[in-house]
């Protein structure tokens, strides 16, 4: 049972680059989900998916794209880069209503955009 | 926007000090939960608390929920260095449907041995 797990590890990115993350998780979870963190700020939520196929907007959606096409994958992806974008980034899932199942994290992916 | 804040930002602390990091929120959740990541590693979840006035406890972790359940805390007795990490609390304002979960931004708690 690997959880959740994260790829790559860590990116590099110069500007105006796109780049998909992948997270996948073998737990048969409904929900997953994409936050970054940066220093000070604690987690904020990207984007979310309830289910195979359906995806909603977080806190901070603008200059992100995701995509739930299987159920154990949810993919975030950055078009064009930039700057702003340098954070981890942490993918999570639940079982079902995350108001009140505890979320699993994965190992994190390491941005940086020069 | 809908905020939950926390503080304090950073503390350091004696092994063997108490610690305590506060969580509060604009309006009334659903429900909160707590989670420490180790310095390099991810979020792990420690605890959920549902009721108003609800208090869990977890060996030397103590968990209440506020009766207004606007507010929570963290009080850890007797820290040690293996308590060292980033505590985050993270509360549900809204509906199921159309809610969100919110994490503070983190308490960052550093053990002198």
């Known amino acids: 049972n690997a959880g959740v797990t994260q790829t790559p590890k860590f990116r590099v990115l110069k500007t105006g680059q796109s780049m998909t993350l992948l997270c996948a998780q073998d737990?048969?979870?409904?929900?997953m989900y994409w936050y970054r963190q940066d220093p000070g700020m604690g987690l904020r939520l990207i984007h979310y998916s309830v289910g195979e196929g359906t995806t909603a907007k977080g806190e901070v959606p603008d200059g992100y794209n995701v995509s739930r096409l299987k159920k154990q994958n949810f993919l975030l992806g950055l078009e064009s880069a930039a700057p702003s974008q340098t954070s981890v980034y942490f993918c999570?899932?639940?079982?079902?209503?995350?108001?009140?199942?505890?979320?699993?994290f994965g190992p994190g992916t390491r941005l940086t955009v020069l | 926007g809908q905020q939950v804040m926390q503080i304090p930002q950073y503390q350091h602390v004696q092994e063997g000090e108490d610690f305590t990091t506060y969580c509060n929120s604009s309006t009334t959740l659903s429900n909160i939960q707590w989670y420490k990541q180790r310095p390099g590693g991810h979020p792990v979840f420690l605890i959920q608390?549902?009721?108003?006035?609800e208090v869990k406890k977890q060996k030397r972790l103590t968990f209440q929920f506020g009766e207004a359940k606007k507010n929570s805390s963290l009080h850890i007795t007797a820290t040690q260095t293996t308590d060292v990490g980033t505590y985050f609390c993270a509360g549900f304002m809204g509906s199921s449907n159309t809610g969100k979960l919110i994490f503070g931004q983190g308490t960052t708690l550093q053990v002198k041995p």
């Open positions: 737990m048969n979870h409904e929900y």
């Open positions: 999570a899932s639940s079982y079902s209503r995350w108001d009140y199942n505890e979320q699993f």
């Open positions: 608390l549902v009721k108003s006035g």
